[in-house]
């Protein structure tokens, strides 16, 4: 199992020891134009997790590949470059720019706001990308679809190689003034009040479509880490909780070695074997 960091969660320039820790650095989305993102304020705590509402502030495609891919080679750590857009040829282009830059795997963000994610929209969105590279493309969904499952369906039909589950999902918090704490409204709710939905997108997504899965949403420990696996997570991301603690990589995967112990499995590979799939109990008269 390896351990990456999820999409906009670590700026591994400012914090190169931290993604030095890690099996895989996965950039901020980068969308063909610059944007600055949403005005501030544009993350907060809440009781039930952090809101955020950065709007997807990157340098745009061009400052990325000419300014901040190079030096994030040089950190020596395996790249995967999140690619987001408003059309299918948006993505394609960037997925095409990619090729001979050195990265290991592109992670297509099919759930940011403005792209409609109707599962024909995400699925022409990696038939485009597949047609452009032959690097492997990851497809990040959101668990706001009401089928989830049948958009990994489609996704895997157009190609893609595996998935990224979950991303934030929307919300709203006031503050002590009844004031919304965000200057947007609304924003993405990350953090451990994730996990339970996360875990349930990758069971279903799994059964659905059999590819490879990064699962992410709320872990903060080995046995997170192990409980995606047993719903069929071959690889891990660690988001919110880099905020607080920095040295999680390193710790999550010590941690996921005792986590295993106690599970009674040698490694996070064999964990899937203890699932009992909600999805297949259902099935099972009473
Ligand atoms: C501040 C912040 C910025 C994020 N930016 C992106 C982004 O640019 N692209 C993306 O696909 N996901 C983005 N995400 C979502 C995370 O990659 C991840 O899917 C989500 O936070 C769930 O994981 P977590 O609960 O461990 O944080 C962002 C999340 C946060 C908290």
Known sequence: MRILNASGCLDALAAPDVARQLDGFVTKTVTPLPREGSAPPRIAETAHGMLNAIGLANPGRERFLAEYLPRLRELGVPLWVSVGGFCAEDYAEMCARLADEGVEAIELNLSCPNVDEAADSAAEIVAACRRATALPLYAKLSAAHPDVAEVARAVAAAGA???????????????????????????????????????????????????????????????????FAVCGARDVALGTVLFADPSAPARVREELVAACADAGVVNPEDARSLAKSPETERKVPA
């Open 161 to 227: 190689d595996g998935l990224s589950l979950i991303n934030t999902l929307r919300a709203f918090a006031f503050d002590r003034r009844l004031r919304p704490v965000l200057a947007r409204g609304s924003g993405g709710l990350s953090g451990p009040s994730l996990k339970p939905i996360a875990l349930h997108a990758v069971t279903v997504c799994h059964e659905a479509a059999g590819l490879p899965i990064v699962g992410m949403g709320g872990i903060e420990s080995g046995r997170d880490a192990l409980e």
